[in-house]
């Protein structure tokens, strides 16, 4: 074995030592905390003036740190108020919300129920005719203004009436009853409506009850079951 490679096979085992004092140092570098660090710093201070004899000193750094304790005291009661009234100020949001939120409910069903109050003054007033009056034209044409009444106020609240005759069935918006063979017609068109459904914007609040159609199925020749 030549001298180069004895030496490079000492290279290969050199171990590092780490020294755990340095990282238990720089750890705790990293997690001091800094009000600790502060009254460490004042101890010290302190210590050095009483080693030293400076009275007169520590009695002026003692008046020092009763100034800056009533400071802080003074400042955290100053948040504490701060705190306290921000909470009752939200409390009061949130009673003036729930107030104003009710008064809107009631605004809002006030306003549906006026509407329909006209509705059952026309209902009330045939009702009178019909009971006096046996003439099938008056009552019809009684029951056409009600029923023309009644169209105006749905639509004065945004509901649409869905008719789907002749349409293609849809689930979302129809309710198929039953169905009807039809060899004329195609599959899952709208061939009855049962009872027209209403909507609200894109809310279904009933929907079209329907009768759908459905292609007979086809007989089997007799030839072809052999």
Known sequence: MTKNDKSSKDEIFVEVDVDDEDMDKQSKDIEIDPLEE?????????????????????????????????????????????????????????????????????????SILQKFLKIYEDLDRTHLQTSEDSDIEHVREALTIVFRNMKDSL????????????????????????TTENA???????????????????????????????????AVSKSNSD
């Open 38 to 110: 502060e009254k460490k710093r004042v101890e010290t201070e302190i210590l050095t003036l009483i080693e030293k004899g400076k009275i007169d000193l520590i009695v002026e750094k003692y008046q020092d740190l009763l100034i800056d304790l009533k400071e802080e005291r003074k400042l955290s009661q100053e948040y504490l108020n701060t705190a306290q009234l921000v909470q009752a100020e939200f409390e009061n949001y949130k009673k003036r919300a729930y107030k104003d939120q009710e008064f809107s409910n009631h605004r809002n069903k006030a």
């Open 155 to 178: 639509s004065d609240l945004g509901v649409k009436v869905i008719d789907p005759k002749d349409e293609i069935f849809d689930p979302k918006y129809h309710e198929a009853l039953y």
């Open 184 to 218: 004329e017609i195609e599959d899952n068109k709208i061939v009855e409506v049962i009872s027209k459904g209403f909507i609200l914007d894109s809310i279904v609040l009933k929907p079209a009850r329907v009768v759908i159609s459905k292609q007979p199925k086809k």
